[in-house]
Every structure is written in structure tokens, then in C-alpha cells.
């Protein structure tokens, strides 16, 4: 209050109530992966974490799907020893086959966006670190500088790199991001395990190269999750002629051996891949005399992209119908392009958990949605090293149910062996809780350290917890049991500190751990009437 010089009548306004505690955010992944664009308008967003709410707006800003190619061709059956393609058709007397060549780039994110909203996702933010166009894969150097980039963002919860688990990087970008979510003291890491190296791997050789691969730094910040999934993000209508097609730039393939002797068809492919080939379309045929022989040659006219686009979806439909054992094709390419890792599903599920009951309870023993399967059908006996290994590197499982559906089966971080952090719920609590009241704590920087200030801190600090306790995020059946306050002289202060500037803050809380194991014992009694 100004000092008083003049007579009259002054007014004095006295705060009532403590400052209150705003609730920090704890459902906002940050997704790292290549784009079709990243663009603001004029502006380049590359390399920036950008907040998108939606699909649409991934699309405004990062552009759509990828345009995967699967290439066909025809020629010798393969031998054995010869390099396995993505798939083979032989033909029925088995001296040629249709070989089909996987040329898609390795970029899933949009894709991951779709199973990340598809269970449960909201506000998120994307860092693009490369195009479709660039051709290259998620690189580590690029992933770096995005962590760094992300580090000025803090309402950040979650670091997801999808598409790390697809490339020879993958060690270097998973314990990367470790150790920025380390770092930072306010965010989890979301990871995939790595493929098998070959189709003889066993899944605990698997396991194990993931687990030597994360290192020993961080674990306490991240969260592993097993198998990969088949989704249902692309649908057969969606391998068309664009993604299932020929190299055009060849010659004609012979597909005779594939029809019976006198089959119309093979003339009517020739035809029809002439013309793509061409990039020519008939605008008026050919005319022809009595004997059939051509009197006026056909006029022809070069075909825009979207008729070209069309022509080969007409022979792709064309080989549906005609070509036995094409549609299987169909089926192999979509299965490829809906094989996805678990982790942006993952963070979906976070955030839907997160929303409806509270970052307190364990994200599992949940259905993930879009999912047909997943890769591995793990059983009780297989998922006990995943659970509880005796590095306690904890990777949770996914898993079929029958009648009950797919749902995620484990919540343990991979600090499994820590009494402390071995649930990824208590790990993102107290994270929640933490940042929650350090934010709260910075309208008393540089105020006087005295009595009425810690009186303040305290009732503050104290009113937040209870309204946790009272929605079920503490264990304790009255406050007190939940939690406690302590600052102040002689308690968490010495005049030392005082002097120093500095004021001490001790909470103590008791945060829920989920039931992970439950026990019913059943014994039998005397009879008693």
C-alpha cells in the first residue's frame, strides 16, 4: 500500500484465497516422421513441432498418404537359391511366375496418425523431418535436432518416432530419445521393437536385441510395447492400378502361360499396356474392311495424368477378374501396408485413458481398435520373460482374447526391476503432479520467504492433492494417508537456506499401482448344517 500523506479515506484489498494449481496437460504426444510436406502457407514448418488437433489439420499442414508401389513383373519361376521377392505367383504348369517387387518408401506416419486417432488421440504435435520427395528414411541426426526443437515445447507428454523401428538407426534414435525424455523430467518415450532380422528369429532373439539395444540410461522414461499389428487402415478397394502395377517401361510380359490355350485375355492385356505404356489413348478407331484389314489407322492422343491413372486401375480391375490368383496379390500388398508398430495406437490409447478415467490408471487391459491381429499370438508361458526378465527391461504385450477382442496387456515401464517406477502409469502421475505444482510454484519466485508465504505454498499445494485424492489418483483413505506438505524453518528450511534464497518444498505422496496380479484362494469347509 502507498504510504499515507493526505487525509481521506483509502481502500486495502487483501487476498482471500491461495493461489491454485492449473492441472498440467498429460495426454500430448509429439510425433517424429516423414511427411508429404511441411508447410504453413509460405512458411516451412520442417524440423518445427507444429499442435494439430485432427486428420484435417495433419493434412493441411503435413499432406496425405504415401504412394506406395508394388512392381510386377513376369519371367522364370524362381529357384532355389535365387533372392526371394516380395511374392510370387507361378503359373499353372509352373515355368513362369508373377513376381511382385516392393519399391514403397519406408514412411508410415500418416498411417500412425490414423491408428492414433482412431483410438482415442487428440491435440499432438508433428515434427516432419524429411518428404516423401528427399526418398530417405528417419534419420538420427534429423530426430536430434527435432528433440532439440521439442525441447522449448512444454506441455509435451509423449515422444513417439513410429517409423525408428523400420531403419538401421533404430538403436541410435530409440536411446536418443530416452534420454531427451530424461531430460526433460516431463515426458515418456513410446517404442517398438525392432522387426525380426530374419524369418528364423525367435521372438526372444528379438526381444533380446531390442533390450540390449536400448541401453541401461532413462528407463524409467520409456515404455515398450510388442508385437507389431495387422490393422485394417487400408482396405482392398485401396490397391489400385497406381499402387499394384507394371514397369511400363518394358516390354510387353507374356501372362499366356497364366490362361487356357485360346484365352482372349492376354491379347486384351497387350492391348491395353501398349497403350499405357504409350501414354496414348484411342479417340477413334481403326476402320476396317470387309477381310478385316485395317483401311484407317486409329486416332490416338496423349492421355493427362489422371487418364493414365485410370487405365491402370481399368487393367488392375481387369486382372481381378481374369487373372486367378491376383486378388491374393491384392490381399498380400494390403497385409504389408496395414503391418504397423503398436506405438502411435499406443499413444492413442494414453490419451483416451487418460480423458475418461485419469492418468492414474494403468493404460491396459484395453481394446485397440483398427487391429486384426497382431503378428505374434502370445500366450501366458511366452508373455512371462516379456513381463517380469531378469533385467527388468519389461516389454508389454498385446494379445488376443478370445471373445473379448485385442487388448494391451502389460503397464510396466522398462525400469521394471525399480519398486518406484516400475508402472508407466505411477512414472506419468508423478510427472503430472510434478510439473502440475512446479508450475503453480513460479507466482511465489522473488516473494518474501516467510511464514505467510509458506502458509500459502502449502494451502495451494494441499488443495490440488486433495482434489486428486478425492478422483482416485492417490492411495490413502483420508488425505493424510494420501499425502503430505512439509516447508518451513526447522522443518525443510535451515536460516541458512533462508539466507541463500531458497525455499524448500517437501511432498510426500502415495500414488495407485495397478493390480497387475490378482490372487483368489478357494478352500473347502466342514459342512455346518
Excluded at 507361378?90 to 513376381?99: L, Q
Excluded at 526372444?204 to 540390449?212: C, G, L, M, V
Excluded at 485394417?232 to 516390354?251: A, Y
Amino acid at each position: 500500500m502507498a504510504q499515507m500523506k493526505t487525509p481521506g479515506v483509502y481502500i486495502v484489498e487483501k487476498s482471500a484465497f491461495p493461489n491454485s494449481v492449473v492441472e498440467a496437460a498429460t495426454a500430448i504426444p509429439a510425433f517424429i516422421g516423414i511427411t508429404e510436406k511441411a508447410q504453413n502457407g509460405p512458411d516451412s514448418l520442417s524440423g518445427k513441432p507444429w499442435k494439430i488437433t485432427s486428420m484435417t489439420e495433419f493434412q493441411q499442414y503435413f499432406g496425405g498418404a504415401p504412394a506406395p508401389k508394388f512392381v510386377l513383373s513376369v519371367g522364370d519361376a524362381p529357384k532355389e537359391g535365387d533372392p526371394a521377392p516380395f511374392y510370387s505367383l507361378p503359373s499353372p504348369d509352373g515355368s513362369k511366375a508373377v513376381t511382385v517387387i516392393d519399391q514403397s518408401g519406408p514412411f508410415s506416419l500418416y498411417y500412425q496418425m490414423v491408428m492414433f486417432y482412431a483410438n482415442g488421440g487428440g491435440t499432438c504435435y508433428i515434427v516432419s523431418v524429411g518428404t516423401y520427395a528427399e526418398g530417405a528414411p528417419v534419420d538420427k541426426d534429423k530426430v536430434v535436432a527435432a528433440l532439440a526443437a521439442m525441447e522449448k515445447e512444454q506441455e509435451i507428454t509423449m515422444v513417439v518416432v513410429p517409423e525408428a523401428a523400420s531403419v538401421p538407426d533404430c538403436k541410435d534414435i530409440q536411446t536418443q530419445v530416452l534420454a531427451h525424455c530424461g531430460k526433460m523430467m516431463n515426458r515418456i518415450a513410446i517404442l517398438d521393437v525392432q522387426p525380426k532380422a530374419a524369418a528364423h528369429e525367435t521372438m526372444s532373439d528379438q526381444i533380446e536385441t531390442f533390450r540390449t539395444n536400448v541401453g541401461a540410461n532413462f528407463l524409467s522414461y520409456g515404455a515398450a510395447y510388442y508385437p507389431w499389428l495387422n490393422t485394417s487402415v487400408l482396405s482392398v478397394k485401396d490397391i489400385d492400378g497406381t499402387v499394384l502395377t507394371w514397369d511400363f517401361t518394358q516390354p510387353t510380359p507374356d501372362i499366356a502361360p497364366f490362361f487356357a490355350p485360346g484365352s482372349k485375355f492376354p491379347k486384351y492385356f497387350a492391348d491395353t499396356y501398349a497403350e499405357i505404356a504409350a501414354g496414348k489413348k484411342v479417340v477413334k478407331p481403326a476402320q476396317k474392311d470387309e477381310t478385316g484389314a485395317e483401311t484407317v489407322p486409329a486416332e490416338t492422343a496423349d492421355c493427362t495424368p489422371d487418364e493414365l491413372a485410370a487405365m491402370k486401375t481399368n487393367l488392375h480391375n481387369a486382372l481381378l477378374q481374369n487373372l486367378p490368383g491376383y486378388q491374393y496379390i491384392v490381399n498380400k500388398v494390403k497385409d504389408r501396408l496395414n503391418l504397423l508398430p503398436p506405438s502411435a495406437a499406443m499413444a492413442g490409447l494414453y490419451t483416451m485413458v487418460d480423458n475418461t478415467r485419469g492418468v492414474w490408471k494403468a493404460p491396459a487391459n484395453v481394446s485397440v481398435n483398427y487391429v486384426n491381429s497382431p503378428v505374434e499370438n502370445i500366450d501366458n508361458a511366452m508373455q512371462e520373460d516379456l513381463n517380469m526378465p531378469m533385467n527388468g527391461k519389461a516389454v508389454n504385450a498385446i494379445r488376443t482374447f478370445p471373445g473379448e477382442g485385442i487388448k494391451v496387456w502389460g503397464a510396466r515401464t522398462l525400469d521394471g526391476n525399480s519398486q518406484d517406477w516400475r508402472y508407466v502409469n505411477v512414472r506419468r502421475t508423478m510427472m503430472f503432479l510434478e510439473e502440475s505444482v512446479k508450475n503453480a510454484a513460479k507466482a511465489y519466485v522473488f516473494e518474501p520467504n516467510v511464514a505467510a508465504t509458506w502458509m500459502n505454498v502449502r494451502s495451494m499445494i494441499d488443495n490440488f492433492l486433495r482434489s486428486v485424492w478425492k478422483r482416485g489418483g492417490l492411495a490413502g483413505a483420508t488425505p493424510e494417508d494420501a499425502y503430505e506438505i512439509h516447508v518451513g524453518l526447522g522443518d525443510t528450511m535451515t536460516a541458512t537456506d533462508i539466507l541463500d534464497g531458497i525455499m524448500r518444498i517437501t511432498v510426500l505422496v502415495a500414488i495407485t499401482r495397478p493390480a497387475e496380479f490378482i490372487e483368489i484362494t478357494f478352500q473347502q469347509q466342514m459342512q455346518k448344517s
